[in-house]
């Protein structure tokens, strides 16, 4: 495998990029290592003051393994994306440094306050590209935080000494991603329950309601992109699509009626689900009970994540007691919970695949901020008179 300086920064084109990474697409002279492929880089947040430290070490990114070692015990490894490590090569801050100045003006801007391509990285990940290429990938943020209590479907056991009685009430009846969206004032139909039904009105009706949050907010919107032949569009741009997969006239009902059949066929909208709710059975709160002030402990390592995955998949219905001794177990089977929170899955039509992308171990040090605003949250959606009831499935 040839190293990164063997091709030009201007070989790689910006996409899009998660929190940690931004990922680039290889546009450069046919290469057989890099044609097909994209790169994901990781990011430093500007604030981080350390700017010496070279990182060398295969935990500073650990993502293969983690997929290798545990994501594929959870997901069919064909609904993830093929990745393998490459090395930046010699005057490699450099290279980076090149590429970063000519991403900059392409992130947003709310990203670009925030963090940077971290030059001091010796090495990074190649994948397959799942949006390059003839045909559309569109690109939805799975964000299905279910905070139903007593869905007999799951077999999750409703658990009220995880909740307070004050959020009991508002919990059990409007799902986290539509009080936050009301929150932040984002006005739309759009509740991720409907997406993850299974059902195929209410994901029809999902679709919609992303599609025209799309199109309202000029394409803004985090939850939704669309690509043709490889270029994240507008929602200006969409009559391109007009012809490419059917004979229907509308592009919007010319991707949804495409993509409709594939998210109901595959079973990755219900594997995550099923993830989502299992592994966070306790909730935030019930977790932030357990651990009380104790300190909650390190970054899981690949050993602790594999013993856990042992434990779970021996029963994942059925989590151990939310007791001291099990602390252990509720916090990484939350921490696991919020990877699955956080994807995307990527819907390719007209081959008809999906792919679970963006499935970021994270951190430990993140859980008591994720309490925080929890609680902020189901404060401030307490005092909604007319509250949003989420349909679960
Ligand atoms: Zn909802």
Not at 334 to 357: E, M, Q, W
């Amino acid at each position: 495998m040839p190293p990164l300086v063997d091709t030009l920064p201007a070989d790689w084109v910006y996409i899009c990029e998660g929190g940690a990474t931004i990922v680039l697409s290889y546009h450069g002279p046919s290469n057989p290592f890099f044609d097909g492929t994209v790169l994901r880089l990781r990011k430093r947040a500007l604030d981080d003051t350390d700017t010496d430290t070279v990182h060398d070490s295969e935990q500073e990114d650990p993502i293969i393994e983690f997929q290798e070692k545990c994501l594929e015990r959870l997901i069919s490894p064909t609904h993830l994306p093929r990745m393998k490590r490459v090395l930046v090569g010699a005057d490699s801050e450099k290279w980076l440094q090149a590429l970063a100045v000519q991403c900059e003006p392409l992130r947003p801007l709310e990203r670009r306050q925030k963090d940077e391509i971290d030059r001091k990285r010796l090495k990074a990940v190649l994948a397959t590209d799942l949006v390059g290429g003839e045909g559309i990938t569109v690109e939805i943020k799975a964000r299905c935080r279910a905070c139903f209590y007593s869905s007999p479907k799951w077999g999750f056991l409703p658990s009220p000494i995880y909740l307070s009685n004050a959020t009991r009430p508002i919990k059990t009846q409007t799902c986290r991603f539509c009080m936050h969206s009301h929150l932040k004032a984002l006005s739309s139909s759009y509740c991720p329950l409907d997406l993850f039904s299974g059902d195929e009105s209410r994901t029809k009706k999902a679709l919609n309601s992303l599609w025209d949050a799309w199109a309202d907010r000029h394409g803004t919107v985090n939850n939704f992109r669309v690509f043709v032949n490889g270029k994240n569009i507008s929602p200006t741009e969409q009559q391109c699509i007009v012809g490419l997969l059917s004979d229907i006239a509308d592009p919007k009902e010319a991707v949804i009626s495409a993509l409709l059949p594939v998210l109901l066929d595959a079973p990755v909208l219900h594997t995550i689900s099923r993830l989502q709710r299992t592994l966070d059975a306790l909730d935030i709160e019930g977790l932030a009970r357990l651990c009380g002030l104790a300190p909650i402990g390190t970054q899981p390592t690949i050993a602790e994540w594999t013993d856990f995955l042992d434990a779970y998949l021996a029963s994942p219905t059925t989590p151990p007691p939310a007791d001291a001794t099990h602390l252990r177990y509720h916090v990484l089977a939350y921490l696991l919970s919020a990877t699955f929170k956080d994807c995307s899955v990527l819907v390719r039509v007209p081959n008809g695949t999906a792919t679970v992308i963006d499935l970021d171990p994270k951190s430990v040090d993140r859980l008591r901020k994720w309490e925080q605003l929890d609680r902020e949250i189901v404060t401030a959606y307490a005092a909604v008179p007319n509250r949003k009831i989420c349909v679960d499935s």
